[in-house]
């Protein structure tokens, strides 16, 4: 086979690239914290020319902006309405819903958010920043026209829920239960999730 009959080079897939780029990212992150996180690491974890990192994210801080605003990684798509005329509450009840499910079942996931919690660094501010206003905005379009009823503070009703999801999720990977709750069985973890959604309603109700 002569050099003009040899097979051409495949061109690049950026998209592909891109999406491995950030996988590598997050892998490094949960298993070796955000103080891990360097050009060098993600294009090893990657399989990927370091010179791409440069190229397509201008280098770790864009890596860090682009996960910090990765909406499909933290809490997935906006979940249809269970019932058309849901209130406020009912509405985040069906948010809180989604949001669990998938935390519960992604591994991943979980690795960061404990990475998050015994490795603070600039890095991890970053990403909360971005994180804050991707969510917010995500909020905003899954809740449409709702408010929180007057005199509740549904953000802060809403932010001590998800904290005690994250924080018994993290805890059934240690120890597995809390408080006298088997959190790693399937009649536990019904018991916290019904739990969550009592706190959220009846915090949201005037």
Known sequence: MTENEATPPRPRNRSATETRILEAARVIIARDGFTALGVNAVAAEA???????????????GIVETLGGD???????????????????????ELLAASQAMLVNDDLLQRVLAAELASPSAALLAVEQKRSVAIGRWLAEAL????????????????VVLGAMHYLTLRA??????????????????????????????????
Do not use: H
């Not at 449409?144 to 005199?151: I, K, R, V």
């Open 47 to 61: 399989g990927c020319d370091k010179k791409l990192i440069t190229r397509y994210f201008g280098g770790i801080e």
């Open 71 to 93: 909406l499909g990684f933290w809490v997935g798509p906006i979940p249809p309405k269970a019932q058309p005329d849901a209130s406020y509450a009912d509405r985040m009840a």
């Open 173 to 206: 990977r240690t120890t597995g239960c809390f408080a006298g709750v088997d959190l790693t069985s399937e009649a536990g973890r019904a018991r916290i999730d019904a739990a969550l959604q009592t706190l959220l309603k009846k915090g949201l109700t005037p």
């Open 144 to 159: 449409g026209p709702l408010t929180a009823p007057p005199g509740i503070d549904g953000p802060a009703i809403n932010a």
